[in-house]
């Protein structure tokens, strides 16, 4: 069946360093993925949507690469700094429905001063 | 400006009873959905909806039930809530879910 493998440990980085976090799938070959950003006790919130024939997607210091031999996105955040602290899902759809999503658990990343 | 929004943010219930949680739109998307998320599973769907009238069972579907008799909302009912059913729950909307989808700020339910 479908699988979404995120990291579950916690991601420690230092301020300013560049920030990597991986998402890898099985089973399938999604049409695109997307990413979240969740903060503590709120809801999703969508930052890039990359498809299958793109090879990367940049917004301002995010980055996002899609590899669909390797099946795993990546997703950067360069000079990161301490409010990028929170947890990273990335999502996909579900298998025989391009318009149902589906998450992994998400990183939780935590940008030290 | 255009939101979604979920009542109540907190819940407790006894196991056995009935429980709906509300979830309201504002921007006119034909597309809902109902997530739980839990420790270890990330975010599960529940149900969801393309338009009026229209529902569709997902992932973890048993127990729960949702109708659609307009646009904005999308209740998500728990017929007989069991101890299982305990998390917290997420409502999204989306004008196309290929692209996006917009989240409410979750319930966190438990059931005693």
């Known amino acids: 069946s479908q699988k979404i493998e995120q990291n579950s440990e916690a991601l420690n980085i230092q301020e300013g360093k560049t920030a990597t976090l991986t998402c890898n799938y099985t089973?399938?070959?999604?049409?695109?993925l997307q990413w979240y950003r969740q903060d503590p006790g709120r809801g999703p919130v969508f930052l890039l949507l990359i498809r299958e024939n793109e090879k990367e997607k940049r917004k301002e210091r995010l980055k996002v690469t899609f590899d669909t031999t390797l099946k795993q996105s990546l997703f950067h955040i360069t000079a990161s700094q301490p409010a990028d602290s929170a947890t990273y899902l990335c999502a996909l759809p579900l298998w025989g429905g391009y318009q149902k999503v589906t998450f992994g658990t998400g990183t939780k990343l935590q940008v030290i001063p | 400006d255009a939101e979604i929004t979920q009542s109540p943010r907190h819940k407790i219930t006894e196991t056995g009873r009935q429980v709906t949680l509300a979830c309201h739109q504002t921007?006119?998307?034909?597309?809902m959905f109902w997530y739980r998320q839990d420790l270890g599973h990330g975010l599960r769907l529940i149900h969801y909806s393309y338009g009026v009238q229209d529902t569709n069972k997902g992932e973890v579907s048993d127990g729960y039930s949702v109708s659609r008799s307009n646009t904005e909302d999308l209740p998500l009912t728990l017929e007989s809530a069991a101890s299982s059913q305990t998390s917290v729950y997420f409502c999204?909307?989306?004008?196309?879910?290929?692209?996006?989808?917009?989240f409410g700020s979750g319930t966190q339910l438990s059931v005693l």
């Open positions: 999204a909307s989306s004008e196309d879910p290929s692209e996006k989808l917009f």
């Open positions: 921007w006119n998307h034909n597309n």
């Open positions: 089973n399938y070959s999604p049409a695109y």
